[in-house]
């Protein structure tokens, strides 16, 4: 018979334009082929340093997003009631007058008024210093509610964080274990880097009480109890101390392991370091050979691992034997652990052998050559080739901080940091704490506020704390409830304000986060806050600007909103000075730009900041003459200057030859969109490994603006400020903490990782509320936006709890049923289902999925609304009252992240339903309802 | 009915790897995106924003648990679409024609404009690989991206289906797998490729890879044997710091 004749070259588009995606936080590079100046096709750009050609469903579904029937048409006034969803459109200009007379006064009169806070936001650097100029110290993003204490632990241990700012050596690792990781910072790069492992046949473990994607096809499961994995991290920390098994070149050369701690409980300065002088690294160790004080960067000194020394009269110890003797205590051994953790000690030890195994007798020597800061050259690099990754899964808990340094302090003994085969960073990362800014806070009428308003507090003196000892802050961030809180505490805020605690707020002002939803914990109740209202009738929080793309559930609560745009509609940088999306041998960033033109009457926010700025006078966006400096965010990437030479895009500056220095260039943007929309720069050999000592990184990172002189620095084993914090709490010093909170910074800021049980479980009965409540995210949805996509809502169209099949078969559960969640805070209704890869104390969702009718085009009747639900109904931003009408908040006693998955519930089998509770009434669409049907790419 | 080749001169198809394979979608999305758009009609959806939204999708990825008798339980994420049989029965069942399978490289193809929507090889397809488009009422199927892989217009390199060029973990991989030379059929001697139902004697031109064996400890005991449980003695921790640190 004869085939039919196929045009199998077919024309695939008329264009395609390069740019980055922005469907999660992943940042990929993609291709959008376009066809009749529609979107046809977004495939991965196989050039880019992050996603190398490979996209993911998200992705890929960009189209469903771009031409989303949720996507605001333009700027809006509520007409209704607050949480109504009634608005009226408005003019730009009406919106953006309205916004300046708002908050010109407030900036006149007291710039504090306006808590701005931004959510999924990649322009931080951007939006933070529009708030610096504003004047107001409560900015944020959303870091505090996110992972928080993933990034805090990382800067304070290494000088940089898993996320996406390091990455394991993926080409060398033999193991690779990863803790608490589903869906997540960093998306495809993961993915991409476990098929490389399968391929190598390195062996993966993946340690999660939910055993979906990364941990489905981990070599090993291991079906951790929430909340324990300090506890187990320890545990293998003792065994491998106890065989000897630590790399004790490394930890001296590398770390602060020699450093000399004042041993003198009763001195002011006990826990300290015995100091050479101001420098970050000028402190004194003991050297073996002549048995006497030596400053550390002096060649050849031999430095004592132990031993008690006496200098000048005083008792000093090395960090090293106060960390083995820490972690040799028996509370730490395996059997110690084991059930608390649910994992036999038999196992534990197991595991600390196959690791050392793979670090000791699999070690990876590289001949390069390369100088350390000391001046000493190495012929040679020793790498060991194991490597680990952790994100939300251990950092939303009230011990989250401690539980992160753990696992980096497993690192630095392994001597797996910075070498072959392990955790490498990604410039502008590494970066000591002493390279990052304090937090700044003091208010001035009128003017900008005195520096950036987040940053890494180095003692007690750093804290935003005005002279009675009060929160500066509405999130209460730096405070001594949550010292570190290095990314502000966004879920806060709505609480904070609506209680007039610490002071009222005139204006609340967000950015791409859906606070009234699943992105604030006690959903219900912050609704309430939003809409209410004092004795006059006056709304609590008086004004909500809120921006997003979309119809999402905050659109509802505000009362002014700034239609942005979709992603591929709009200029972005993904800046060194913020979020990079860097490689471990190359620096590099990127742009976002309109390649296709909005049909709506929409802004991109940066841009339409700018101009709120320009009514408002802003420093920096208007000239003296009182003209637009920038004239849209297209001009502030290419012409803004963070520092003399350093601005947004590091990329072809001055003549188009500058790396990272150089004037700006008014071709920056054209030279980015001819290479594909994102710019590269490779990293000398010499300089590829242990950059924090390696000479000709710090000269490099120098020349290439990433910092002006060079910051050498060790890994701290030991953290140095914590113990200022405890010394404060000890009674020492003029920041004295109050003293309710005197033994709890004591307990929790220990200067070497410790374990404690999350808060929660300290303060409920657990025999009432016995399982775990966790959340995952799945790797179809980013958050609230996959809802509104007609492709992705038919992966992920609603939510059941999954229980284990001990649990199954204990409340007797079948098919189809439903079963009321409880907490102590609340009680939902929701569908089961059953899994048995799951640990058997543990239940969980996917996060997010759950909608309020009427949002985001959805039919009222659609599954999200129906049959989808939150867990944030059970959690609550405020621990159970414990009678001495304080109120606790329920995130990390030293970071402020939000413990999310401290959750504890217990669960009774309900009868079927229809509707998951609480229910919650509509809100308005103000931009109606999607179609009935859709044949995309039909006109193709 | 409609017969098929004798022979194929290639046998095009994919080896997908079940033990790398994390479940995310992404070919499911790069599939949808790519097929809407090309060849023959689009891959409708229906009721997109409601309480019941179904689309065509030509590669779905379904999800399942096994229980081994010992250890824990395992996910296994198994992504699918049609496997382009070489005694393909979609097509010998076709009253029309439309189906057929292609002489020169063995893809199975559905010639739209000779479709009825009668749906009789979507009965007669063991595996469920075909979806009739509601809107159309024409059946759809994975073309292999028949429009990419030999597309001039497109960069040699990407001369291949959408969901392998897309897939982030690497699990996908397209080629002949009649030619012994090809790294597929390289793959699939190495990996131990199994086909998909084989008593169905459909004779699966698509392999998958299956995962190789989880939670299986190795013996290891490096870390015995273990140290004196004492810090103070000479033949505790600290004796054994102050031995090693003598060699460095």
Known sequence: MTQPKLDTSPAVADEIRKTTCYMCACRCGINVHLKDGKVKYIEGNRDHPINKGVLCAKGSAGIMQHYSPARLRAPLKRVGPRGSGEFEEISWEEALTTAAEWLASVRETAPEKLAFFT????????????????????????????????????????????????????????????????????????????????????????????????????????????????????ALIHELLKAGKVDLDYLIRYTNAPFLVDDDPDSPTYGLFLRDGEGPDKVWIWDRVTNSKQPLDKPGVKPALRGRVEIDGKPYRPVFELLAEKYLDEANAAEAVAERCGISADRIKRLAAEIAHTAFEKEITIEQEWTDFKGETHKTITGRPVSFHAMRGISAHSNGFQTCRALHVLQLLLGSVEVPGGFRFKPPYPKPVYGHPRPHHTVTPGKPLDGPHLGYPRGPEDLALDANGNAKRIDKAFTWENPLSAHGMMHMVISNAHAGDPYPIDVLFMYMANMSWNSSMNTSQVMDMLTDTDETGEYKIPKIIYSDAYSSEMVAFADLILPDTTYLERHDCISLLDRPISEVDAMADSIRWPVVEPDRDVKGFQSALLELGVKLALPGMVDKDGTAIYSDYADYMINHERRPGIGPLAGWRGNGEGRGRGAPNPEQINRYIENGGFWMDHIPQEAAFLKPMNKAYQD??????????????????????LQKFRRAAAGHGENQPPDHLRERITETMDPLPVWYPPFEETRVDVADYPLHAITQRPAAMYHSWGSQNAWLRQIHGHNPLYISGDLWEEHGFADGDWAWLTSHHGKIKIPVARMDALNPKTVWTWNAIGKRKGAWALHENAPETTKGFLLNHLIHELL????????????????????????????????????????????????????????????? | MTTLPASTDKKLGLVIDLDTCVGCHACVISCKEWNTGSYGAPLSDQDPYGAEPSGTFLNRVHTYEVSPPSGPAQVVHFPKSCLHCEDAPC????????????????????????????????????????????????????????????????????????????CPAGARHFGDLADPESGVFKLVEMRGGMDLMPEQGTKPVNKYLPPRPRDNPPEIDVLGPLLAQSTDEATGFFGWLDRTLEKL
């Open chain 2, 91 to 166: 097509v010998t069942v076709c009253p029309t024609g439309a189906s057929y399978k292609r002489v020169e490289d063995g893809i199975v193809l559905v010639n739209e404009s000779d479709c009825i929507g009668c749906g009789l090889c979507a009965w007669a397809c063991p595996y469920g690989a075909r979806e009739m488009d509601q809107a159309e009422g024409v059946m759809k199927k994975c073309t292999l991206c028949v429009d990419r892989i030999y597309n001039e217009n497109i960069p040699e390199e990407d001369q291949i289906p959408s969901c392998v060029r897309t």
């Open chain 1, 880 to 940: 159970p009252e414990k009678g001495d009408g304080l109120r606790w908040s329920n995130s990390d006693p030293i970071t402020g992240q939000a413990a999310w998955y401290d959750l504890r519930v217990r669960i009774e089998k309900a009868g079927a339903d229809k509707q998951s509770r609480p229910d919650i009434p509509a809100q308005n669409s103000p931009v109606g309802k999607g179609p009935d049907a859709l044949r995309y790419g039909e006109d193709f």
């Open chain 1, 119 to 234: 959510g999924r936001d990649q322009s931080q650097s951007f939006t933070s210093w529009w708030a610096q100029q504003f004047g107001t110290p409560n900015y944020a993003a959303h870091g505090g509610f996110c992972s928080v204490n993933m990034a805090a632990a990382g800067i304070y241990t290494l000088g940089g964080a898993f996320w996406e700012f390091g990455s394991p050596d993926w080409e060398r690792t033999e193991l690779f274990m990863i803790f608490g990781v589903a869906e997540d910072h960093d998306s495809n790069p993961i993915k991409m880097g476990l098929g490389r492992l399968k391929e190598r046949g390195a062996k993966v473990i993946g340690v999660n009480p939910v055993r979906t994607g990364y941990n489905a096809i981990a070599d090993e499961w291991v079906g951790i109890t929430p909340g324990t994995d300090g506890l187990f991290i320890l």
């Open chain 1, 700 to 721: 490099w990172a120098v020349e290439r603006g990433i910092f002006d002189a060079p910051q050498p620095y060790v890994f701290q084993l030991y953290v140095e400020h």
